[in-house]
């Protein structure tokens, strides 16, 4: 089956830096890579996706890029908040509204 | 907006106790799913299910069984609660689209 590894698990940067979050994922045949949001007590949040047609997606601060051949998916927010301050977790699947397979979670820490 | 919900919040059991976690949401979703969040593992998939009476097994089935008796309901069991069951438990449905998850409930099994 599908493995997904993200890295890192940790990450503390200061108000205003980018953060960056990788995955890697293993089947060749996931197509659809949604990245989830999760506050402190609250259920995961969709706030990004990108479909194995499409190199990179953006909205507003947070971009997606998704490189088909190496495997790999990441996670870019520029300018963070300290609202941005969640756990995130990637994830890959065979298609949007299918079974996904999560990364471990990476906890974003912003530092006012 | 689709609307999932839980039946419980948090659930104090004991080894031994049969459990029923209870799914569910309101949008005729086709699929729906189980997954157990733990700290560093992220969340992984117990059970699925793709229409009704329909049920597969995810990637950690052992120790639980389900139920879907109804599109709207998708009930998670646990035969015989153990504590390394204790976690985070988050139900979710999707109809080809992104998955909505309800709001988890907390089970500690002592």
């Known amino acids: 089956g599908e493995n997904v590894e993200q890295h890192p698990s940790t990450l503390s940067v200061q108000e205003g830096d980018s953060a960056v979050i990788k995955c890697t994922y293993s089947?060749?045949?996931?197509?659809?890579f949604p990245w989830y949001k999760q506050e402190l007590g609250k259920r995961p949040q969709l706030i990004i996706d990108?479909?194995?047609?499409?190199g990179e997606k953006k909205d507003q601060r947070i971009a997606v890029t998704l490189n088909k051949t190496a495997k790999h998916f990441s996670l870019h927010i520029t300018e963070t908040q300290p609202e941005d301050s969640a756990v995130y977790f990637c994830?890959?699947?065979?298609?949007?509204?299918?079974?996904?397979?999560f990364g471990g979670g990476t906890r974003l820490m912003v530092k006012p | 907006d689709v609307k999932v919900t839980q039946s419980s919040r948090y659930l104090v059991k004991r080894t031994g106790e049969k459990v029923f976690l209870e799914c569910v949401q309101d949008?005729?979703?086709?699929?729906m799913f189980w997954y157990r969040q733990d700290p560093g593992l992220g969340l992984r998939l117990i059970y699925f299910?793709?229409?009704?009476?329909?049920?597969e097994k995810g990637d950690i089935p052992e120790g639980y069984s389900v139920s879907r008796e109804k599109k709207e309901r998708f009930s998670l069991i646990l035969e015989s609660a153990s504590t390394n069951q204790t976690s985070m438990y988050l139900c979710?449905?999707?109809?080809?689209?992104?998955?909505?998850f309800g709001p988890g409930t907390r089970l500690l099994v002592l």
């Open positions: 979710a449905s999707s109809l080809g689209g992104h998955f909505n």
């Open positions: 089947d060749s045949a996931s197509n659809y």
């Open positions: 990108i479909r194995s047609n499409v």
């Open positions: 994830a890959a699947s065979m298609g949007a509204g299918n079974m996904l397979t």
């Open positions: 949008m005729d979703h086709e699929n």
């Open positions: 299910s793709y229409d009704v009476k329909m049920k």
